[in-house]
């Protein structure tokens, strides 16, 4: 059974398509918060908290990617929204690439932000492990140090590398710790993006180190209809750290969608 995630709800419904925001490893719901706040004024957003991160309950052990996507299938359910645009960035986007396997005829339209579909890697597996042994071992903070100018670029301003830092240091340690085990076991999702039947748009930022443009452009590739867009002055994030580009180029993509 899906445990009872925490969400954000906002806006009405109209004649435009619901917007649900998958959120990357390890943040919570409100690293979507300029989204929700600009596309809530014309259209329902829906924004959960992923099990073991923000509000959501935690499950320890290894929460593979088709639990996340049976989450998020319950809470749409439970909402009654029947089809919507999906969006994910990075662990996200990956969580958005086992949805549309599992319920394609739901969604309207795919962002895969920041991220890739190709499988772990052996090293990787091995990586994603220790990683694991290590938040279980010494809590988030040291992890979040590390690796926050690489989130967000180092030329990020202030305070968005001030909300990116304070996310990763309020996840809980179990929840992080079971989405990298079972993130090392994803499937290989480069076939699926070859058979997507709805428009897609893909987004990176310029200097993202962890799935860099290349990533973007093979993904770009392998879509039937897709968008490529590259987000200047951005790393890992940049539907934070350049908020107005990010949302005209996802505006105008909602706006295609919605024909």
Known sequence: M????????????????????VHGHPFD???????????SATRRVIAPDLRGYGASPVVPGITPLSAFAEDIEALLDDLKVDTFVLAGLSMGGQIVMECYDRFP??????????????PET?????????MADRLLREGMRGYAD???????????????KAHVHRMMTATPPEGAAAALRGRAERPDYRALLTRVT?????VVGADDAYT??????AMHAALPDSTLRVIEGAAHMPNLERAGEFNEVLGEFLGRVDG
Do not use: C, H, N
């Open 2 to 21: 899906s445990p009872f995630l925490a969400f954000e709800d906002k806006g009405v419904d109209t004649s435009l398509t619901p917007l649900v925001l």
């Open 29 to 39: 719901r409100t690293m979507w918060t300029p989204q929700i706040e600009t596309f």
């Open 105 to 118: 005829d739901r969604i309207r339209g795919l962002v895969l932000a920041d991220t890739f579909p190709a």
């Open 122 to 130: 052996p090293e990787g597996k091995q990586a994603r492990g220790a």
């Open 146 to 160: 590390e690796v926050l100018e690489k989130m967000v670029a180092p030329y990020a301003d202030a305070e968005v």
């Open 198 to 202: 709805v428009p897609a748009l893909v």
């Open 212 to 217: 860099p443009v290349s990533d973007a452009e």
